[in-house]
């Protein structure tokens, strides 16, 4: 008669099938960094003006659609460096019915490069699902004068995201981001044509 017992699994095929659950498990779960970056001339705007206005979080929800609503949770420094944490809700643009509760830190400062200012924005920003599933990002805004009358702004993003979401997550920063530098530019336009205006009066 044969026996009907199964045979027990040997070491080597119980090894195999570890490795491939824990190689399923990391190309699924196991988070990685993607980074994003644009840059964009705005006319007839002094490079201060502009990164003032970036700085100020309250104007972020003008520039960013996505961001419900906002607190400032500390502020210290001066006008030339100064830190500030925030925690702002934002809906996602792919996923309307998606609310995120993010925590940032900004630094904003500037510095000399090249006997000339250079204006930084500098934010690290952490998101959790579920209390225990955290994402973390960092951004850098550079803005420089750029053809006398002009101001040059450059966005770099690194953003976190598990593989299997990495799509979605592109298409929602490149949104925002995308954005931010349009409404951004839309902004300083309208300021600029309003001046002119009121010099022509």
Known sequence: ????????????????????????????????????????????????????FIADFSKMKQLNPTILDFKILSDVGNINDW???????????????????????????????DHKNLYLVESTHKVCFFKFFCLKSTGEFQIKEFNTDDTHVTETVTFQC?????????????????????????????LYRQQEMEMME
């Open 1 to 52: 008669m044969f026996n009907s017992r199964r045979r027990p699994i040997s070491n080597k095929r119980k090894g195999i099938i570890g490795l491939v659950i824990a190689l399923v498990i990391y190309l699924l779960f196991v988070d990685r960094f993607q980074t994003y970056e644009q840059s964009e001339v705005i006319k007839n705007a002094k490079p201060v003006a502009v990164w003032e």
């Open 83 to 113: 830190k500030y944490t925030v925690e702002f809700v934002e809906q996602l643009s792919h996923w309307p019915n998606w609310q995120n509760t993010i925590n940032g830190n900004f630094h904003v400062r500037k510095v000399l490069q």
């Open 162 to 190: 598990p593989p299997f979401m990495s799509t979605l997550c592109r298409r929602e920063v490149e949104y925002q981001r995308t954005k931010i530098l349009q409404n951004l530019t839309y902004h300083f336009a309208q």
